[in-house]
Every structure is written in C-alpha cells, then in structure tokens.
C-alpha cells in the first residue's frame, strides 16, 4: 500500500499539465498533440492506408505485421484494463482524442504500449540513421511521459505499458507473418 501512495503522490505532482490552471497548463496543448501521435486510430488509419498504396511485396510484408502488431495492442491493453479497472488518476480531464468504454480505466498506458511496440518494430525495420534512431526513442519516451504530464495515468501504469509493448513486439516477431506462413493473407493484397 506504501507503494501505490507513493505512485499516486508522484503522480499528481508529475501531472503538471492536467488542466489549464496547473503548472504548466500552457504547455497543455502541446502534450496533446503528443498524445494524438501515440493514439491507435492514426496509426491504425495510417498502417492500412500504406498496406493499400503499397506496390512492394517486401512493404506490405512490413506494414501487415505493423497493423498485426497494432491490433494485437489495442486487444491486449483492452483486456488487462477490463481485468485490472483501475480508475484514472482524480486530475485527469476525460477530454481525450476518441475513447472507448475500457479507456475510463487507467492501467496500462495505452499509449505508453503503443509507443514502445512501434519504437521497437521501427528501430528493427527500417534503416535509420542514428540521429533519427534517437528520435524515434525520444518520440516514444516523450509520449510515455506526456500521458502522466496530462494526469491521464499514473506512473506504474506508464511504465508497465512501456514494458507490456517492448513484450508484444517479441510476439510479434515470433509469429511474424510472411508470404510463406500465412500465404492467404497475402492474396488479399
């Protein structure tokens, strides 16, 4: 019980763009920007979207094992937030870029899953440069970071959806989706 006081109280204090009138309330509309760019539907819409424009057999390969990667996402942290229901912190404002009825629960971050599912499927498929290879990391930390920021999680519930989405990408990996196992699949486009 210490533990979650604790995780609680640094959580509040953390949460310094929860409304306009907090510490930095003018930083507010920033974060939310951020927090579009780690939410489901764009990357979802965005995936599909290169899945149909795609001409390389090697691209699509990619791009339907991203949108695999997602879905498997969006299903795992939907589940573990209807088992666990832990509600989202008392500051939160409930003003998020479209929600469904699990996303009243607050454990894990699904941003914070999302953000580290997708950091790690781009640094292993695409070539980048280091400097944009830092980018990618930082785009996924900052995200992480902006969901407690905005008092839309606690802490743990950051850190446990950086851990479950670094976890799916291993999933991922391991049930990877090729011409060769799963050759219906690949008919469809």
Request: charge should be positive.
């Amino acid at each position: 019980s210490s533990l979650l006081a604790i995780d609680l109280w640094a959580s509040k204090r953390l949460g310094v763009c929860a409304g306009e009138g907090s510490a930095w309330g003018s930083a507010r509309p920033l974060m939310k920007v951020i927090e579009v760019s780690g939410h489901g539907i764009p990357w979802l819409l965005g995936t599909f979207y290169g899945l149909c424009q795609s001409d390389s057999s090697a691209a699509r390969e990619v791009l339907l094992n991203l949108l695999f990667a997602l879905l498997l996402d969006l299903v795992m942290v939907a589940v573990v937030k209807g088992l666990v229901k832990r509600p989202r912190p008392t500051h939160n404002k409930m003003d998020m870029f479209v929600t469904i009825s699990v996303d009243k629960y607050s454990f894990p971050s699904g941003h914070a899953t999302r953000a580290a599912l997708v950091c790690r499927f781009v640094l292993r498929h695409l070539v980048l440069a280091v400097p944009l290879r830092v980018l990618v990391v930082l785009w996924a930390l900052i995200v992480s970071i902006s969901r407690v920021m905005l008092g839309r999680h606690n802490m743990t519930d950051v850190l446990f959806g950086l851990v479950l989405g670094y976890a799916l990408y291993s999933v991922v990996e391991h049930c990877w989706l090729s011409p060769l196992t799963a050759p219906a699949l690949f008919a469809l486009w």
